[in-house]
C-alpha cells in the first residue's frame, strides 16, 4: 500500500448508503410525528371523528330503521344520521364544555371542571411519558407507576395522623417517590443490563397490579378492616387535595399541580442542562457518552423523573378525584391514556397540555354522551387511538384525502 | 477479527438490549449455579420456617381412566426435605461444571425444577391432595391463548416486526369467534373468524409499521387500546342487547382422542382436551418445522436479521413480512377464541386481561424460538393453574405472587439473568426501499 | 458475458449522481472503475444491479436489453455481487447464506441443506476458497465472509462479477488473496468490474480502467499509466497534497502511555502492551489497515473503553480509570472516527452541539439553567472562525454536508482549553476544500504547543502531518520511526513486518 489513496470528496453523497446514513437512523417515533404538517394533523383529527361518527351512526335504532328503507325515503335516513350524529356530540360538548340546557350559569360552565378535572393526570401522565420519549425511551409502564403511587399516597392518605400542611404535601411525595421508584427501576435495569425498557415497564404494569392487589390483602397496608373488597378505607380529610372552586365542583387542586408540572417541563426540558443531556442523550446516544455524559445515569434519572410524574398523576385519583380509598382500578386507563396524549402532543410540555385538555374534554363529554344518549364512552377510547395513528402516518392521511404527497426531504 | 457484516441497528423500536448503553458482560457461567443455590435456600427456608406434618397424596388418576394409577402418599415434611438435598446435589454438580468450565446441559435445570416442585407442593399440600392431572392438564389448557400469542409474536418478530399487538390480536379474536358461534350456531365458524379478526389486526399492524414506517412499539400499544374501545363498545351497544342471538355461542367441548387419551397420565392432561388444544398441537409442530427447515422460514428469518441482504438475493422483503405477521396474527387470534369458546360460552369486556402480555413475555423468554416459546407458555400456564391449585388448599404463598411470577421471570430474562436473549437483529427496524 | 451501459443517468431530486454513463465490460477481462468517494460508481452499479431505477439509458447483457425491476432480476441474468457492506446473514450458516433466495426444495418447500453445502464445497474447492459451509458467518474471518460473498454470486452460476470496495476492510496479505481470486475468475472467463479508489489495487489487477469524476466518465485509461496521471484524472486537477509544517518546537514529555492494553468483550486483546511518548508540541500519526487497534486505543485514552489496563498519564494526571467526563475536563479534546455516531446529534441545532461536551460547567451552564445567550454568541463566532458553510446556527447539524458536520465537531474540540487533542479519520468523508482547512488547523493546534495524536487509514494523510508515525498491527507497536520513512518501508510496516534495520526514533 505505498501508492497513494486519495482523499475522498464530498458533495452531499448521492449514493448514501443507509449504513453511511447512521444518522439518519429514525430516532423514528419522534422524527415522524414532529415532522408531521399541520394540515395532516388536523385532517387526522377529523378522519378519527368521523369514524367515531359512522359507529354512532351505524348502532343507532333510528338510523337502522331508516336505513330499511333507505330507496324509499332517503331523505328520512339521513334526518335520522344527522340526529344520531348530533346528538352525540352535542351531548359530548354539554358534558365538556358548555351545558346550554341549564339556566344557572355556574351550573351551565360545571362540564368545564369536569374537563380539568379529567384533564389533570392525563396531562400528568402525558408528561411522563412525554419526557421519557424525549430521552428515547418508552415508558408502557404508566399504568404500574400509578398503582404503586397511588398505594403509596393511599397508604399515608388513610394510615397517618398529621395535620394538613405536613399529611397532604407528605402523602403526595410519598407517592410520587413510588412512582418515581418504580420507573427508575426500569431506567436502572436498562442502564446497568441493556434490558429494553419497553418490556420491562410492561412486565412492571402486572408487578405492581399484584403488589398492589396483595397490599389491599393485608391490614397494616391497605386493607379495610372487616371488608372482603379490594378497597382501603377512605382517605382522610387532611390528605385530600382540596377543591379549587368551591365545593360546588369537583375541581380539585390536582389540576393545578399539573399546571405547575408543565412549567417544571418545560423548563427541565428546554432551559436545563439536565435537559439538555436527556435531549442528547435521547437524540444520540453514542455522542452524548463520547462528550462524557453518562448515558446510563441519564436513562435512571429520566424514568425516575417520569415515574414520579405518572405517579403524581395516581395520587391525583387516590387524594382528589377519588378519595373514597385506594382500590386496584384507580389508574383508570390513564396510564395507556397517557401515551396517546404524549403522542398527540408530540413530547413537549404545551402540546401535552393541550393534547391533555382535548382528550380530558372527550372524557367528560364522554360520560355524558353515554348518560343521556346511551352512547358507550369507550367510543372516545376509538377515536383516541385513531387520532394517534393518523397522526403518526402523515402520508396515509394525505392518501384518503388524495393531497399530493410531500416531497421527501 | 469481528463481522463487519452490514447488521442493521436495532435502536429504532427493536426490542433488543441497548449494547451502546452497557456493553453487556460475560457473567454467563455463574447464573446457573447461582440460580440453583438461592432457589434451593429458598425451599429450605421455607420448610425451616413453618414445618408442616402429615402426609401429601399425589393423585395421578383420572376420574375414567382406562387403566387406573394408585395414589401415591408419602410424609410431607421428610419427602420435601429430601427434595432439597436432590436440588443440593444438583446445585454442587452445576458448581462443579462450571468450576470445571464444562457447558451446563439441559437436563440439570429440568430435573432441578421437578425436584424443586416436588418439594415444595409436598409441603405446601401437607395433609392434602394434589391431582397431577387436573394440574397439569389445567395449565395446558391456561396455557392456551399464551402459546398462540407466543407463536403469533415469534413469527412477527422473526420477520421483523415487533408485534406488542398480540392483546388486541386475541381480544379481537375472542370477540369474533363469540359472535361468528353465535350466528351461526357452529364454534367452529367461530375459529375461522377468530383467525381472520387476528388478521385483520395485523393487517393494520402492518400498514402502519412496515407500509408508513410508524414504530412498531406506538402502533402496537395503540392498537390494543383501540381494540379495547371497538370491543367494548360493541359490547355495549351490540352484544348485551342482542345477547341472546349474538353472544350465547356453544362453548368448544373436550373431545378425547381414542387410545391416546387411555394412556395413564400423559392421556388425560394431553388428550382429552379440547379441539383448539389439538390445532395447537398441530401448529406448533408446523411452525416449529417450518421456521427452521423449509424456504419459507429461511426467507422470514433473512427478512427478520438482515433485511437489505434478503432484498440483494431478489426476496420481498416487505410483502415477506406482510404474508408472515398475517399468518401470525390468525395464530394469534386463534388463541383468542379460547376466552369466548373453551373457558367460557361468550365474550366479556376485556375479557384477555392481558395474556397478550404474557405471550409476549413468552416471546422473549423463549428467545424468539417457536419450541421454547411454547414451553415457555406452558410454564406461565402452570404458575397461573398452581396458583388457583394452591389457594383452594389454602397454601400459605399469597396467590398475587405466585400470579407475579411469569412477570418476574421475564424481566429477570431481559435483564440476562436468566439467560442471554438476543432477538432478531432487524426487529422492529422497518424496512425502506431505495 | 458481455455487459454494455449506455447513457444510464440517474437523478436523487435535483442531484444528478450518474449523467450519461456508458460503459463495456468484455468476458476475461477485469474492468476497473476509479473515482473518488462520492464519484457515483456504488449508484451505477446499484442500478446495474436493479437496486436503483435508473432515470435514463439502458443495460444490454449479450446484445439483450435488459429491464430489471429488482436485484432478483439481474441475479437471473447472470449478474453478482460482492457488496461493500457484505449482505451475508450474520447468524445463518456459510449454506444457507448461499441458497437464500435460490434454494433447493424438497417436499412441502422443505429445504435440501445438503445440496446446498455440496455446491459450496464445490466451489470452494473449485477455486481453493477453504469455506466450511456449515460454519456461522459470523465466526468467520472478515476475508472468509467476502469469499463467501463471492460463492453466493458463483452459486447462482454468475458470468458477470461486480467487486464493489472490496479492500477496504481486507488486510494486505488479504487483499493479495482477493486480487489472485479476482484473476482466477478472470481466467475461467467471468466479466469482473472492479470498484476502487485506491490505485495500487487498479494497477495491479486491471485490464481496462474506466475513472469516474463528479458522476461523468471522465476517460479510459491504461493500466500502465502513473499514479499522478490516474490521481489527477480522478480528482480532477494535479493533486498536491502537502501540508506545509515548520519544525515543531518540542515541549516536555506530555502524554506518556505504557503497556496499555484494551480487551474486548469477547476477551480479545485489541490492543495489546501498546508504549508510547507525545511531547508537547508535536504530532505522533498513527498509521496502520483499519482494525489493527486503532479505534480501541483512541476510544481508550477518551475513557470509552471497559476493559483497560496499564497507564496513561496525561501531564502527570492518570487517565486509565477515568470517567469519559473527567478525561474532557482534564483538557482531551477528541475528533472521533465517525462523526455520525459519536461526534454529533444529528437533531441537534449547531450551537447546541458546540456545548454538547461542556454541559456540565461554564462557560454556558450555571446552577444547572443554560446560558442561551452565551452560547448562541459563541456559536455564531465559531461559524465564522471556522468557515462553518451553513444558513444561521440554528441550522440542524444533520442537515450539514461531511466537511461543515467535521468543522463543527473540530471547532467544538479545538475551542475548549486543551491539553492533548486526539483527532481520529479527521478528514474521513471530508471534500478536498476542508480536509486543507482542518489541517491546518491541526498544524497550528501543534504549534501550540499542544500535544497531538493524529490516527488516519490514509497513508498520505499520516505522512502529510506526522513528526513521527506509530504503525499499529494486530493492536501491537510495529515502530514508531520519522515522518520521512519510504512508503514502502511503511506499507511493509503495516502488513506486521518490521524491517531489520529498523531504529525506533524516540520523541
Known sequence: MTDTEKPQSDKPAPDVDPHDARAERSRSLLRE??????????????????????MIAAIDEGVRETAGYLTARPSDFFTAVWEAISGAYSAMFRGAIFNYNLTEPAQQWRPLTETLKFAGPLILGGLGVGLAFRASLFNIGGRGQMLVAGGAAGWVGFQVDLPMVVHLPLAVLVGMAAGALWGGLAGLLKARTGAHEVIVTIMLNYVGYYLLFWALTKEWLLKTPGSVNPKSPPMKDSAVLPDVLGERFNLHFGFVLALLAVGVAWWLLNR????????????????????????????????????????????????GTVPSGVSLDLDAGIGFDAITVALLGRSRPLGILAAGL?????????????????????????????????????????????????EAK | MSTVTDTPTPDSGGLAADTAVAPTRKAGARKLPIALGVLTALLAGILLRSAHSGDTTFQLAAESDFVTLPDIVVPSGPTAWVMVVVCLALTAEAVRRMLAHVRQPGWIPIVFAIAWMTGFLSWAAADGRIRLVSLLGGAVALAIPLVFGALGGVLGERAGVVNIAIEGQLLL???????????????????????????????????????????????????????????????????????????????????????????????PILFRQTPLVYVLYAVVAIVAYALYRTRWGLRVRAVGEHPKAADTVGIKVNRTRYRTILLAGAIAGLGGAYFSLVSVAGFNREMTGGAGYIALAAVIFGKWDPIRATLA??????????????????????????????????????????????????DGVPYRQQ | MRLVLRGITKRFGSVVANDSISLTVEPGEIHCLLGENGAGKSTLMNVLYGLYKADEGEIELDGEVQHFTGPGDAMAAGIGMVHQHFMLIPVFTVAENVMLGNETTGFAGSLDLEAASTRVTEISERFGFHVNPDALVEDLP??????????????????????????AVLTPQETDELMEIMRQLKEAGKAI??????????RAVADRITVIRLGKVVGEAEPTASNAELASMMVGRPVELVVHKDEPELGADALVVKDLRVTDLAGHAQVDGLSFTIRAGEILAVAGVQGNGQTELTEALLGLQDDVTGSIVLDGTELVGRSTRQILDA???????????DGLVPGFTIAENLMLNRSFRSPFVKNGNLRLGALREFAAEKLKQYDVRARDIDTLAGNLSGGNQQKVVVARELSRDLRLLVAAQPTRGVDVGSIEFIHKQIVATRDSGIPVLVVSTELDEVVALADRIMVLYRGKVVGIVPADTPRETLGLMMTGERPKDLKDVAS
Open chain 3, 193 to 202: 468490474v472492479f470498484i476502487t479508489h485506491k490505485l495500487r489495487e487498479v
Open chain 1, 358 to 406: 382535548l382528550f380530558g374534554a372527550f372524557k367528560a363529554g364522554g360520560f355524558t354522551m353515554q348518560t343521556s344518549e346511551n352512547i358507550s364512552v369507550d367510543l372516545v377510547l376509538v377515536v383516541q387511538s385513531l387520532i394517534v395513528l393518523f397522526l403518526a402516518a402523515p402520508p396515509l392521511v394525505r392518501a384518503i384525502f388524495r393531497l399530493p404527497a410531500q
Open chain 2, 377 to 426: 407458555a406452558l410454564l406461565f400456564g402452570f404458575a397461573t393453574n398452581l396458583q388457583g391449585v394452591l389457594s383452594a388448599i389454602g397454601s400459605p404463598v399469597p396467590s398475587q405472587f405466585m400470579l407475579m411470577l411469569p412477570y418476574l421471570v421475564t424481566i429477570l430474562a431481559v435483564a440476562g439473568l436468566v439467560g442471554r436473549s438476543r432477538p432478531p437483529a432487524a
Open chain 1, 33 to 54: 410525528i414532529a415532522s408531521g404538517d399541520a394540515l395532516a394533523g388536523v385532517l387526522a383529527v377529523l378522519l378519527a371523528i368521523f369514524v367515531g361518527s359512522v
Open chain 3, 331 to 341: 483538557g482531551v479534546g477528541f475528533i472521533p472516527e465517525d462523526r455520525q455516531v
Open chain 2, 173 to 267: 379474536g375472542a370477540f369474533a369467534a363469540a359472535i361468528t358461534a353465535s350466528t351461526t350456531g357452529s364454534p367452529w365458524a367461530g375459529l375461522v373468524a377468530a383467525a381472520v379478526a387476528g388478521a385483520l389486526v395485523a393487517l393494520v399492524l402492518g400498514l402502519f409499521a412496515i407500509t408508513y414506517f410508524v414504530d412498531q412499539v406506538i402502533v402496537g400499544v395503540v392498537l390494543n387500546v383501540l381494540v379495547v374501545g371497538l370491543t367494548n363498545f360493541m359490547f355495549r351497544q351490540v352484544l348485551t342487547p342482542n345477547a341472546e342471538s349474538l353472544n350465547s355461542p356453544e362453548r368448544l367441548r373436550a373431545f378425547p382422542i381414542p387410545v391416546l387419551g387411555d394412556i395413564p397420565l400423559i392421556g
Open chain 3, 142 to 167: 472478515v476475508g472468509v465472509q467476502q469469499r463467501v460473498e463471492i460463492i453466493k454470486a458463483l452459486s447462482r452460476d454468475a458470468e458477470l462479477l461486480v467487486f464493489d470496495e472490496p479492500t
Open chain 1, 272 to 319: 436545563s442542562t439536565l435537559g439538555y443531556r436527556i435531549r442528547a442523550v435521547g437524540e444520540n446516544p453514542h455522542a452524548a457518552r463520547a462528550s462524557g455524559i453518562n448515558v446510563g445515569r441519564t436513562y435512571t434519572v429520566v424514568m425516575m423523573i417520569a415515574g414520579s410524574l405518572l405517579g403524581l398523576a395516581g395520587v391525583n385519583q387516590v387524594l
